[in-house]
Antibody
Framework: QVKLQQSGAELVKPGASVKLSCKTS????????MSWFKQIPGQSIEWIGM????????GYNQKFKGKATLTVDTSSSTAYMDLSSLTTEDSAVYFC?????????????WGQGASVTVSS | DIQMTQSPASLSASLGETVSIECLAS??????LAWYQQKSGKSPQLLIY???RLQDGVPSRFSGSGSGTRYSLKISGMQPEDEADYFC?????????FGSGTKLEIK
């Protein structure tokens, strides 16, 4: 079955960067999109951006341009998100998610989430 | 960005009760509306897409309706496992945006 396994919780200092991973299995990663989301606990969900694994093409929410960088490694069916110049406002749970076939902005499979805590 | 106004923010229902959650978009979204369920500490799970289509494996007590700017999710017969947060999401225009969520609890 489809699985999206995310990397573990991160505790990072302000100003640092962090790279989150999302290892996939159970479907053809190389011809699929992957989206990333941010959720502060107790709050709503924000779309960060998406990447097409076929050619690495990306699209970002304007709010996260310069903050997030999405990449993929098709050899390991893994998607990555780099978050840079971290502040306390970046403390959140980050999810990767795969779009439903034919609906590129409706997510039918999600990773378990990765908690990022920014603190000195 | 399209704003999604979701109501109510919280809801308490008895087992077997029918409940409804509403989402109002700031402009017409042509039925490009999905509903997700998120249990405590877990990732969101897709319930409904294209406003009224039931995702595979989702119980038939969940249903979606609406058009234009107004959409709703109905749970016909509350079950203990339905206690969760629910979010609507529009996919009509980029960026996709979510409602603020509804916390559904058992009374």
């Amino acid at each position: 079955q489809v699985k999206l396994q995310q990397s573990g919780a991160e505790l990072v200092k302000p100003g640092a960067s962090v790279k989150l991973s999302c290892k996939t299995s159970g479907y053809t990663f190389s011809t699929s999109y992957m989206s990333w989301f941010k959720q502060i606990p107790g709050q709503s969900i924000e779309w960060i951006g998406m990447i097409y694994a076929g050619d690495g093409g990306t699209g970002y929410n304007q709010k996260f341009k310069g903050k997030a960088t999405l990449t993929v490694d098709t050899s390991s069916s893994t998607a990555y998100m780099d978050l840079s110049s971290l502040t306390t406002e970046d403390s959140a749970v980050y999810f990767c998610a795969r779009p439903k076939g034919g609906y590129e902005d409706v997510m039918d499979a999600w990773g378990q989430g990765a908690s990022v805590t920014v603190s000195s | 960005d399209i704003q999604m106004t979701q109501s109510p923010a919280s809801l308490s229902a008895s087992l077997g009760e029918t409940v409804s959650i509403e989402c109002l978009a700031s402009e017409g979204i042509s039925n490009d509306l999905a509903w997700y369920q998120q249990k405590s500490g877990k990732s969101p799970q897709l319930l409904i897409y294209a406003a009224s289509r039931l995702q595979d494996g989702v119980p038939s007590r969940f249903s979606g309706s609406g058009s234009g700017t107004r959409y709703s999710l109905k749970i016909s017969g509350m079950q203990p496992e339905d206690e969760a947060d629910y979010f609507c999401q529009q996919s009509y225009k980029y960026p996709p945006t979510f409602g603020s969520g509804t916390k559904l609890e058992i009374k």
